[in-house]
């Protein structure tokens, strides 16, 4: 079955993704392509990273997934590392969900979900437990029990958080559609206009230490402690 991102006129985009499925476009995204399909030729000449940063002291396989690439092949991020992914427009407004596992298969309830969306020189980021979540716990969904995160080094970028074992539906989608079910806003952020060049790290188990640290040297004098993940 297909997942869908709905892009509303006027709220955020609001991402959803099946544990298989791949991710597909809205009407309200199709009625305004010719705007999106224009932005994607400049996107995609200097988009930036999504950086996948696994503070967790487990491992975790990835799946990277949209209307256009379904891939069979996960990716392994070890404990206490990280992996980089380019950020990517496969069609005009469809959007990607990196699906996360703690073992190698997806396995139903058993998945968290990092997604973004790029429309119109703008990203869009979202956290989801929909495939996981079981009413008001998010136990099953791996990077949660020491909370999940986005963010960035780029000021305008807005963060999402979602702290280890909480019930945070203004950070992450516990049910599919939270204003309607929960009375609550869709937790989509992003950044600002034109800001699709930077990096964005989707942390898991956020509320651990950051991961390796690097010894930096300032003129040769001074010895500057740099968190790789920060």
Not at 162 to 169: L, M, N
């Amino acid at each position: 079955m297909f997942s869908c991102i709905l892009f509303l006129a006027v709220t955020l985009p609001t991402i959803f993704s099946s544990v298989t499925g791949a991710t597909v476009i809205s009407d309200f995204a199709s009625q305004n392509a010719s705007d999106h399909a224009t932005s994607i030729l400049s996107e995609r000449a200097a988009l930036g990273n999504a950086i996948v940063s696994n503070r967790c002291n487990y491992d975790v396989w990835l799946w990277s997934v949209d209307e256009k690439n379904s891939p069979k092949q996960s990716t392994k991020i070890p404990a206490r590392s990280k992996h980089t992914e380019k950020f990517r427009t496969p069609c005009p407004g469809c959007g990607v969900s990196m699906k996360i596992s703690k073992t190698n298969g997806l396995e139903a309830g058993k998945i968290t979900q990092l997604e973004y969306a790029i429309r119109s020189d703008q990203i869009y980021y979202d956290i989801s437990f929909v495939d996981c979540a079981k009413g008001k716990s998010a136990a099953n969904c791996p990077g949660h029990d020491k909370g999940i995160r986005i963010d960035s080094p780029e000021s305008t970028c807005r963060p999402l958080n979602c702290a280890g074992g909480t019930y945070c539906v203004k950070d992450a989608y516990f049910v599919d559609q939270p204003k309607i079910k929960l009375g609550v806003p869709e937790p989509v952020l992003g950044c600002g206009k034109g800001k699709v060049g930077m990096d964005v790290y989707f942390k898991l188990c956020s509320d651990a230490a950051p991961l390796r640290r690097d010894i930096l040297s300032v003129a040769g004098r001074i010895a500057v402690e740099k968190a790789s993940d920060a």
